[in-house]
């Protein structure tokens, strides 16, 4: 029985003591222990086996039940301590809650003592505030009450006076009341239901009313519409009356300055009637001479008469402008056929001169129409003659040597621009027509000057430098567009643009594409025995240096031309209006130029290129299979080398302001010629072992002339440019590996195949058969050389063309013939 109940007691022990993961991981944080009895996950086996791991180790059984039983003994100690201090901890918590209650209950009591005296404070303050409210409200009323009524008492008055003093035309003081009045009626507003506020209103729109007509009658009177003015000087009355019209409704006023102004214009309408000798275009003058001196007139006699504000002065040049420009139109309209250039520019001018000065005087506040801001301009290359700044130039006596001057700021914009010259622009059809005569007369002045003075010379300044005429068509069409964008920037500009795009390719026609050389397909009568003696032979080249010269002018002028049409269209897309911009293209023109350079530097190539043809042509009929030793390079290579010295030199010198013509040039030029080299190679067969390595000694020398050829000749040494090595390199090596092919031996025919490809990787069989003809192997062996090359071939990758051309790894030093490695060291022993 006993043992039952210590089972049960333990079973009950281990569920009481059985805690949560969260109880056990915060008592090992609070307090932490490394002894296995401490452990969440005690076993009692581990821990006996733990303790005596092997039989040897229970010989010290008691000492170890000691310590535990000492252990126990000490756990029940604490325990019993702990439990003993616990007893009267269930009483002094009540106690201490009890004394916490009656806290709370003390505090209550005082919060709702000052609750209850709070609320009686606020209640006294509202009763003694609610009499100061009442006095704030009575003294805000009464402030407001005895405010309306003062401004009732000066509306009243002020009315009396304002009718007073209207009926006396005292405007000096109305002036000053009835503005007053305005103001003070306007408090007013809302009391327009009152009767007698309403009266006076009535009775000061009233006033202001028969002042307008008061004031009207007399500006009537002193200045009437019919007869001559009144001989004295503005009286103050009238002064005052403007004073007083700056007050009432803006259409008085308007009604003033109209009739002032037209009746001061009253004497230019009849002196420049259409009928009239003076309203004709070649005494424009004295329409603004007249108006000069009206206004001189009125600054004397009328200017205090007019507010300041009132800028009448304007006024009156702002209307006489707009009475010019309908004269003029009905004038030109009618006498249409007597217009000419001269004298429709002469007028243009004169009157441009008018709004300049018009500019300089008024800033234009009274102008309804203001002529919209212009673009700036932007600065382009100072060689160009559509750098100069237009503003304040006379177009006509511009010079070339005014050409490299800095620019001068740009001149303010012109609000009266157009303000009375727009009415020449219905006839401005005139000056086009002009323009395209003198620009026809030019063109044609320039052809007969280059066929009187000739090409320009070899040695001189002019030889290889830009047309002088080209410089001066443009410096022309600078003056024509400056000229025509003072007139109008609308559809005269879109006219001139197309005579000066019918211009431009009839200089590049006549003056450029039909001037350059024309080239032969005469090869100049030279034979191959010829060539082949080393002697200078200008008569080698096909052009002579001064034809070169020209060639080179051509270009360089074209090259000009192309780069000022260019800025020509920008300029013309900033005069011109902006729905019109879309309609200056001269892309066309740009592509004629484009053409010039593209042609001169053809004609340059085919030169150079036919002087090298019979020296390649003697190449392939040397008889390569006979040669016996390899000496220095052939007589050929000499003569090539011969005419890129000649020629070279020259194009250089006179492209020296193109550079990447030059090099376009020289490029163009290489690609011309390594191809035909390597054709006339394929025609020297049979060749020789000996004659190979000939071959490939000239070609390497040929290599070097090329990689050379931009600074050949020159005594300033320049990098040629990487593009331009890579073709030569390309194409040259190209010509050294089919020599190297031709030099290896072709037993055993594997190896040949195979060496073949790896140095040309090219697969087209018809390049391998030329290889095999320079060789000179007979028509069998060649047979299955070819169905060899053929079953080589690599195979091309899924999805690529079947081109015959293939592409495979250079060579290295180590796959090469011990005898081709022998031939590069005496090619660079002779170099």
């Known amino acids: 029985m006993m043992e039952e109940e210590e089972f049960e007691f333990a079973e009950d022990l281990e569920a009481i003591l059985h805690l949560t993961p969260e109880v056990q991981l915060a008592i090992e944080q609070v307090f932490p222990s490394q002894d296995p009895l401490d452990r969440a996950d005690f076993n009692a086996v581990e821990y006996i086996n733990t303790l005596f791991p092997t039989e040897q180790s229970l010989a010290n059984i008691d000492d170890v039940v000691n310590k535990i039983r000492l252990k126990i003994r000490r756990l029940d100690d604490n325990i019993r301590t702990v439990v003993r201090g616990q007893t009267n901890v269930g009483q002094d918590g009540r106690q201490a809650l009890e004394e916490a209650q009656i806290a709370i209950q003390q505090l209550f009591g005082k919060i709702k003592d000052i609750k209850d005296k709070a609320e009686k404070s606020e209640q006294m303050v509202k009763e003694i505030t609610r009499d100061i409210k009442q006095l704030d409200h009575a ?110 409704d803006p259409r008085i006023k308007q009604e003033i300055i109209k009739k002032f102004i037209r009746q ?36 004397e006699k009328y200017g ?27 004038v030109m309209r009618t006498r249409a ?10 007028a243009i001018q004169r009157t441009t001169n008018f709004e300049g000065l018009l500019a300089k005087r008024f800033t234009g506040c009274t102008l309804t129409d203001a002529p919209g801001q212009k ?4 600065p382009l290359d100072p060689t160009n003659p559509f750098l100069e700044d237009e503003a304040g130039e006379d177009v006509g006596t511009e010079k070339d040597e005014d050409l490299a001057k800095p620019r001068k700021p740009k001149a303010p914009d012109n609000p009266f621009h157009g303000i009375v010259s727009k009415c020449f622009e219905p006839h401005l059809y005139v000056y086009i027509e002009s323009q395209d005569k003198n620009l026809g007369e030019l063109i044609d002045r320039f052809v007969a000057d280059f066929r009187a003075q000739g090409p320009p010379k070899a040695g001189t300044e002019e030889g290889g430098a830009v047309l002088p005429s080209c410089a001066d068509l443009f410096v022309y069409y600078k003056r024509c567009m400056v000229q025509c964008s003072q007139l109008s920037t609308g559809e005269p500009m879109i006219a001139l643009t197309t005579i000066f795009q019918k211009f431009l390719r009839e200089y590049a026609w006549k003056i450029l594409s039909g001037n350059l050389p024309k080239s032969s397909s005469n090869s100049g009568g030279l034979t191959i025995s010829s060539l082949l003696k080393e002697k200078e032979g200008s008569e080698a080249a096909k052009f002579t240096i001064d034809e070169l010269c020209l060639i080179c002018s051509i270009l360089s002028t074209a090259e000009y031309c192309l780069a000022t049409t260019q800025q020509l269209e920008e300029k013309l897309k900033e005069k011109v209006d902006k729905v019109l911009v879309e309609r200056i293209n001269l892309t066309g023109e740009m592509d004629t130029f484009s053409t010039v350079i593209s042609n001169s530097i053809q004609l340059l190539v085919q030169d150079l290129d036919a002087a090298c043809d019979p020296a390649l042509t003697a190449m392939s009929k040397m008889p390569w299979q006979s040669v ?25 010198d006179n492209l020296a302001s193109t550079r990447k013509y030059f090099t376009q040039f020289c490029i163009k030029f290489t690609n011309s010629f390594i191809p035909k080299f390597i054709n ?37 040494l320049r990098k040629a440019p990487a593009s331009y090595t890579k073709i030569v390199v390309k194409g040259m090596t190209r010509a050294e590996m089919i020599l190297k092919v031709v030099m290896a031996p072709h037993e055993p025919p594997v190896v040949f195949v195979d060496n073949y490809i790896k140095l040309l990787a090219d697969g087209n069989p018809e390049t391998f058969q030329k290889i095999l003809d320079m060789k000179g192997l007979k028509r069998s062996e060649q047979s299955s050389m070819l169905e060899l090359f053929r079953q080589r071939l690599p195979t091309p990758p ?22 081709i490695r022998k031939l590069e060291k005496l090619i660079k022993k002779r170099l």
């Open 375 to 378: 673009r700036p301009e932007s």
């Open 680 to 716: 006339h190679l394929f025609r020297c067969k049979p060749i020789s072992m000996v004659g190979a390595e000939q071959l490939l000694l000239d070609t390497h020398s040929l290599k070097t002339v090329l990689l050379d050829l931009p600074s050949i000749g020159s005594q300033v």
């Open 139 to 248: 003294k805000r009323h009464l402030t407001t009450s005895i405010t309306t009524l003062n401004h009732l008492h000066m509306l009243a008055g002020g009315v009396d006076s304002l009718e007073a003093m209207t009926r006396k035309r005292q405007y000096g003081e109305v002036a000053n009341l009835l503005q007053g009045v305005v103001n003070v009626l306007e408090h007013f507003h809302k009391y327009m239901g009152i009767p007698q506020i309403r009266q006076l209103s009535e009775r000061v729109k009233a006033a202001q009313s028969e002042l307008g007509t008061q004031i009207l009658a007399d500006f009537e009177e002193a200045f009437p519409s019919q007869g001559s003015k009144r001989p004295g000087g503005p009286s103050n009355v009238l002064r005052d009356a403007c004073l007083v019209a700056n007050v009432l």
């Open 628 to 652: 016996e030793h390899v000496g220095d390079q052939s007589p050929y290579v000499t003569s090539i080398i011969m005419h890129i010295k000649q020629n070279v030199p020259i194009i250089r």
């Open 304 to 330: 205090r008469m007019f507010p300041e504000e009132w800028c009448m002065t304007e006024r009156i040049a702002v209307e006489f402008c707009h009475i010019t420009r309908v004269e003029l139109a009905k």
């Open 337 to 346: 056929k007597e217009i000419e250039v001269k004298l429709l520019l002469f």
């Open 798 to 819: 899924s999805g690529a063309d079947g081109g015959p051309s293939l592409s495979f790894s250079a060579p290295t030093p180590e796959q090469e013939s011990s005898r």
């Open 264 to 299: 001061h214009l009253s004497e230019y309408l009849v002196l420049f009637q259409e009928n009239q000798d003076v309203a004709w275009l070649d005494k424009i003058d004295r329409r603004y001479a007249w108006i000069k001196r009206q206004l001189v007139d009125y600054e």
